[in-house]
């Protein structure tokens, strides 16, 4: 089984890429957004600026990484389509996928700045419940983002857990505090 791990910032086409790879290979599809959306329907295009909503989005994710890789034991290809902007959130659902038995796929969607900022402004056109952000946000996160390598891509070898942490599974536990730690 394969879980794919989708790479890339906002706009770049990670849920057009998931939807493809949720129908070409039968894969169930885990997209944290729309189950923001869902729970919390109120918010409307801003309303994950709100204080505990970081806190809240994290914890979706956790759950849908626990599904996720509970369903590839089971025998279904995943698509995890959460953007993993941090190389260590890779190298940790890389690393919990190989203790499962199951195969992790980089798939890294490249944007252009300018072309980022078309297709993001189309979307809020298109439908208005899209969350929103600002010029500077899109520029801010670029910065942070930090693309994946050679090594990443093709599959190599997991980098050592940082210093301070047992396994990556307990990491990961830290950075998504609703994954249980086995
Ligand atoms: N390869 C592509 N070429 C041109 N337009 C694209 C491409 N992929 C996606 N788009 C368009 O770009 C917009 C954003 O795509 P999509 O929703 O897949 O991005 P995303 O990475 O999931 O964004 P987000 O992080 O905000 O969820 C959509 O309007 C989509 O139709
Ligand atoms: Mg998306």
Redesign the pocket.
Known sequence: MTVYLIV???????????KELELSESALRLTP?DWQQAVFHGDGPTGWRARERADQRDRIEGKLVELGMRAAQLGLDVVF?F?FWGRDERSALRWIAASLGVRAQVVY?PVEDD?QRR??T??WS?DAA??RFSDAELTQWRAQFEAPDQAELSGGPVPPVPAGYATWRQWASERWPSLPQR
Request: glycine share 22%; net charge positive.
């Open positions: 890339g910032l906002p706009g770049a086409g990670k849920t057009t890429r998931a957004d389509d953007g969607l072309e297709r993001v189309g979307r298109a899209q969350f």
